[in-house]
T-cell receptor, first 114, second 109 residues
Framework: DAGVIQSPRHEVTEMGQEVTLRCKPISGHNSLFWYRQTMMRGLELLIYFNNNVPIDDSGMPEDRFSAKMPNASFSTLKIQPSEPRDSAVYFC????????????FGAGTRLSVL | AQRVTQPEKLLSVFKGAPVELKCNYSYSGSPELFWYVQYSRQRLQLLLRHISRESIKGFTADLNKGETSFHLKKPFAQEEDSAMYYCALRQEGFQKLVFGTGTRLLVSP
């Protein structure tokens, strides 16, 4: 398996633009997580899905952020409109409820909002 | 609410010196504890978990329920251990992980 796949790897945009980050979880995994990593706050959970259903979105900063999981193999995190303070690395992770129950991370998307 | 505390933002040691990265947690139930490592510009990867009771890359961590700690230790640090280390907790019956703010380990030659 190629692991959790995120795209794009880097995104540079201007304030006010819409940004869409994409994630393909590991095949067979039924939980998907979106995290934001910054120097100041470390790794923060934004939202997670079980079986494509959002379970906990309490970490989503504000209404400008939204996430969807239309099927088991794809999820998006959208920021509209983007602001400079959204600049961070965004990670997606997935895991399955098997004996291992380990969370596997993607390589991340480095977002810069100018 | 569950909380994970990593008191040190940065830990700097010389090669060959012992290393201990501190992790304390607050949770009233039976937690599952993890250490994740992130090498420079790479993805986070699981280093070890308390239920495995194993040593990975020379690192060990023991869950101390009395002190609510899960410190990561290595007797002799190597330069390639330089990375960001995150301690994480999972509540019984839940999938989500609660992460600490991370400790950057720098091992100098």
């Amino acid at each position: 398996d190629a692991g959790v796949i995120q795209s794009p790897r880097h995104e540079v945009t201007e304030m006010g633009q819409e940004v869409t980050l994409r994630c393909k979880p590991i095949s067979g995994h039924n939980s998907l997580f979106w995290y934001r990593q910054t120097m100041m706050r470390g790794l923060e959970l934004l939202i997670y899905f079980n079986n494509n259903v959002p379970i906990d979105d309490s970490g989503m900063p504000e209404d400008r952020f939204s996430a969807k999981m239309p099927n088991a193999s794809f999820s998006t995190l959208k920021i509209q409109p983007s602001e400079p303070r959204d600049s961070a690395v965004y990670f997606c992770a997935s895991n399955s409820r098997d004996r291992k129950n380990i969370q596997y991370f993607g390589a991340g998307t480095r977002l810069s909002v100018l | 609410a569950q909380r994970v505390t990593q008191p040190e933002k940065l830990l700097s040691v010389f090669k060959g010196a012992p290393v201990e990265l501190k992790c304390n947690y607050s949770y009233s139930g039976s937690p599952e504890l993890f250490w994740y490592v992130q090498y420079s510009r790479q993805r986070l990867q699981l280093l070890l978990r308390h239920i495995s009771r194993e040593s990975i890359k020379g690192f060990t961590a023991d869950l101390n329920k009395g002190e609510t700690s899960f410190h990561l230790k290595k007797p002799f640090a190597q330069e390639e251990d330089s990375a960001m280390y995150y301690c994480a907790l999972r509540q019984e019956g839940f999938q989500k992980l609660v992460f600490g703010t991370g400790t950057r380990l720098l091992v100098s030659p």
